[in-house]
């Protein structure tokens, strides 16, 4: 009973965190002429891939419209520093919890730096919106941005902490929930009178869940034995496994291919430049050249990203340190080497399912001439699909672990 009591006081302060944390959002920084603005950047294609995971927070310039974006970005930012230097990865290593809390607090720093660049970005971004623009004002929006940001990324930490965990994962789970409705104003036909329509969007959907459910659930066991088992006749029955997921990355490699990709489409729009104009024009003009290029940009990131998460070489050495062995793979190099070829197709199936999600709303719109999941982002499903299931997870092992305590007691 108690530890009930304990997950819905959990429950309790995730949503009421999660509910301040878009309340803010509508809070608009003064000075901007907000309509003027709005109709500017409907159209723009950055913007609006931000809007996904700020829950709208560009299109209003609220005080918590950078949301978790600065923190997300510096966790990256951490994450490649570690593996860059010797140092900060001695420190994960070796230092336990004391060195944990040291890389979190270089996120931290790194999130104010981060959310600074932004806000100044921003301040500059929207001066032909503004009522009076000057070097107060910019001051005054870059406080209250930054500000803005540091409470949000508080707040994750409140709900990975004290809530049910995945704070951050939750807050862009939240804000990707609350643009769906404004995404799907797109719209122009009217389903109610179409039945074929009605059957092939709701199919699309449940097949692009399907296949999400797949690349965030799929995993290849590789079997390890210890030295313990060896000679024993029920060894194969009680070994362990080392379990390798088919997506790594999780859904971060479609996030940073779908940003590089529509990095051109901003150029093109906001470039003076003929010459780079027409290269841009030529390549989004040509859709087979445009799927080539972003397939490839998302195989690059899923390698990129699976090389951060996985380190071959210090599973070896645990393996050995354990006493384990993958059956038939000597320890040392040849370890690595099997654990690296098996991390490598995973990775190249992996990033192919994930263009495959990525281009669902293409392969529909070639079939029925009709954009149908326009405004069903599918970087956005895999998003909800995964924050879903981890969520679903942990709640699942909260409520496990109180059973076996009844169960004990």
Same mark, same amino acid.
């Given at each position: ?11 309790? =302060? ?8 878009? =309340? ?14 709005? +109709? ?18 560009? *299109? ?11 923190? @997300?970005? *510096? ?18 290593? #070796? &230092?336990?919890?004391?060195?944990? %809390?040291?890389? #979190? ?8 730096? $981060? ?9 500059? $971004? ?6 009076? $623009? ?5 001051? &005054? ?12 990324? $508080? ?22 929930? *609350? ?17 074929? /329509? ?55 490699? @479609? ?22 104009? %027409? @290269? ?33 070489? &210090? ?18 190099? +040849?370890?690595? #080497? ?5 991390? #490598? ?11 495959? /999600? ?31 299931? &981890? ?19």
């Amino acid at each position: 009973m108690e530890k009930r009591k304990k997950l819905i006081n959990k429950i309790a =302060i995730t949503l009421g965190i999660l509910f301040i944390s878009r =309340i803010g959002i509508f809070i608009p920084v003064t000075g901007i002429n907000q309509t003027e603005f709005a +109709e500017s950047i409907s159209q723009n294609t950055i913007v609006n891939f931000l809007n996904v995971f700020s829950g709208g927070g560009f *299109s209003t310039i609220g005080i918590f419209s950078l949301g978790i974006i600065p923190y @997300i970005n *510096s966790s990256i930012i951490t994450q490649l520093l570690v593996k860059i230097l010797p140092s900060l990865e001695e420190i994960q290593k #070796n &230092d336990g919890e004391i060195g944990k %809390q040291k890389i #979190n607090q270089i996120t931290r720093y790194l999130t104010v730096g $981060w959310a600074i660049i932004q806000s100044l970005s921003i301040g500059i $971004w929207i001066k032909p919106y503004t009522f009076s $623009w000057s070097i107060n004002f910019v001051l &005054d929006l870059v406080v209250a941005l930054t500000t803005g940001s540091v409470i949000i990324m $508080w707040f994750s930490e409140i709900i990975t902490e004290d809530g049910i965990g995945n704070g951050a994962s939750l807050i862009i789970f939240q804000n990707i929930i *609350s643009n769906i409705p404004k995404s799907l104003q797109v719209y122009d036909i009217n389903i109610q009178q179409n039945f074929t /329509i009605i059957m092939l969007l709701f199919i699309s959907c449940v097949g692009i869940l399907i296949i999400n459910i797949l690349i965030q659930d799929s995993k290849r066991k590789i079997n390890i034995i210890s030295s313990k088992q060896i000679g024993k006749e029920e060894r194969l029955r009680t070994q362990n496994y080392i379990p390798l997921k088919l997506n790594q990355g999780g859904v971060m490699p @479609i996030v940073f291919a779908s940003a590089a990709i529509a990095l051109p489409q901003y150029i093109l729009i906001n470039s003076s430049n003929k010459i780079l104009s %027409q @290269i841009l024009n030529a390549i989004l003009s040509n859709s087979l050249l445009y799927l080539i290029i972003y397939a490839i940009f998302i195989v690059v990131f899923s390698y990129f990203y699976s090389s951060i998460i996985l380190n071959t070489k &210090d599973i070896a050495e645990n393996l050995q340190k354990m006493s384990a062995s993958i059956p038939n793979i000597r320890p040392g190099e +040849e370890t690595i #080497n099997y654990l690296n070829k098996i991390i #490598n197709k995973l990775t190249f199936i992996g990033s192919i399912f994930m263009f495959i /999600i990525a281009q669902f709303p293409l392969i529909i719109f070639k079939i029925t001439h009709i954009n149908l999941l326009q405004g069903l982002g599918t970087t956005s499903l895999l998003i909800l699909v995964g924050v879903a299931i &981890d969520t679903a997870k942990q709640l699942q092992t909260y409520i496990i672990s109180e059973q076996y305590d009844n169960i004990m007691e």
